[in-house]
């Protein structure tokens, strides 16, 4: 995966996860490394013909805005990227809307499963 | 270093229906090879339902979704013991309702219940089905009351589950869940079947009087010549392998599965915690097609049945004891389709809802609302993104009586009719005990063979056709 698409979808993790933090018990985390490596992780098992739609628009998505903040999504401060994650999730276009609820799926389910999140461990 | 292997029987896929083929067959004293894609890992090599789960056990990581409006994401194992390894367990013989509607127009022979009987009780033995002795747990009371309040027909399902003894009333049951690597495996290897995990097999052919298997081990050929090959890799990989190998008739066109769309309740006392275990109680009061019960309810699932609804500020931290998370599922037509892609190991599935099943969906959620507020729910969280919280059944309004197609999150886990059998030739890819039609020797023999949604789980249904066919296969029928 090029450089690029991995620091976007890594800086993508981090804006969802925190915002998503405050509703996990304990105290916010400082990085959400796991989180990005579990998201990346799960796109390389995707089939071919599915990964490669969401990557081409997470690059479109890393370069969106780019005339109006001046910087690469993932070169930008945690309160912008915050912004943009927000226009697309309320986007009147569906595959934006979706592509941030694709990674925010990802991203949830890694961020909460977080060893000593105070969830429950379901049995067998 | 390229490999071959000659046998009797080569059962490809290790998933409930191979599972009990290669049990059943190497008994009776036939020369089994089994081979399977995935990794053999031990039941508990990750604690279920988890991400660890997903990255050991999934196939494409949980993230092959059947693509439709809405796209329904789909759960496949990808390891010894198939599906098996990865549910919750809960097993229903098949409904006779259902067995009539198989028997016609699908013309699928010996499918009394009589004939199903003693395969249903051979495999509830093996797994040690039961009810829970410990009584039902704090969701599937919920379920259990709400239902009781409406006067809807309600019922506890049993599990493949050995439990301990119970200690005191009260008392947290504990057990072991069983599975195909609990139960059939080991039965199959100790009666002479050789398993070889990390095989995947890529085509068929036919070469003479036998059939040859084209496998690959770690980038390497693996052949295997087999008077007989069971396919039996699930609803998906099973329609993708018989398409490879050129054998297309009525394959892969009826996929059928059952969609559910989650709802997740708050309620004023704890029916969560760290030991949470799946609720076993059903709501069947609507069924066909309608069917409800517990879902898995681990802090990360709740999160996620949430996130839609993250404007309604629910504060998970405080309240997840007190939530639990359950589904509305109906049985969906046979509407998918199964393909094969260039240069992808995963082959696409397509599946399509039509108008009239976005209605029973809406139905179903309406339903489940109605029995959770019945139940003692204070606020719900349907899984339509966008919706507010419902706090009474009053906000019940808001739900839309066709569900819309752009905010739907649907999710299956049951996937059946890939191959579908019976003696109707323009309807069925095999016949009434599993063999592909024109192909003498060659079985399908998991859920593809299912004629369409049974409307419960279907792993009872699976393991007791599996086991009719193979014994139909020696003639001890």
Known sequence: ?124 | MAEFVRCQVAVVGSGPGGAITAATLSARGFDVVMIEEGPYLKLDSCPPFSIEEMRQKYRCGGLNPALGAPNVPLVEARCVGGGSEINAGLYHRTPADILQLWRDPFKVQHLEETDLLPHFEACESALSVQLNPGGPTAPSLKMKIGAERLGWKTMEVPRWYKYAQIEAPGTRMTGRRQSMTETFIPSAQSAGCRLVPGVRAEKLTRARAHWRVHAVRQAEPFTIDADAVFVCCGAIETPALLRRSGIKKNVGNALALSPMIKVAAVFEDDVNGEYADIGAQQVKEFSPPISMGCSISSLPYLALATMDHLDGGIDLKRLWRRMSIYYAAIAGPNAGVVRNVPLSRAPLIRYSLRAEDMRDLATAVIYLCRLLFAAGATELYPGIAGTAVLRSEADLTRIPSELPRDRTNLTTVHLFSSCPMGQALDLTAVDSFGQVHGYKNLFVNDASLLCTAPGVNPQGSILALARRNALHFTKDL
């Open chain 1, 1 to 124: 995966m090029l450089p690029y698409l991995s620091k976007t979808i890594s800086a993508l993790c981090d804006a969802i996860a925190v915002t998503q933090d405050h509703r996990a018990a304990g105290a916010p985390a400082t990085s959400y490394d796991d989180v990005a490596e579990f998201v990346l992780e799960q796109l390389r098992k995707m089939p071919p013909f599915l990964s490669w739609p969401v990557l081409l628009a997470t690059s479109a998505f890393g370069m969106s805005r780019l005339l109006l903040e001046g910087s690469l999504f993932y070169k930008r401060p945690w309160q912008r990227r915050y912004v943009q994650v927000e226009i697309w999730r309320h986007s009147r276009f569906g595959p934006c809307r979706g592509l941030i609820r694709f990674y925010s799926s990802l991203a949830v389910l890694a961020l909460y499963s977080r060893r000593g999140t105070g969830g429950a461990a379901a049995s067998r």
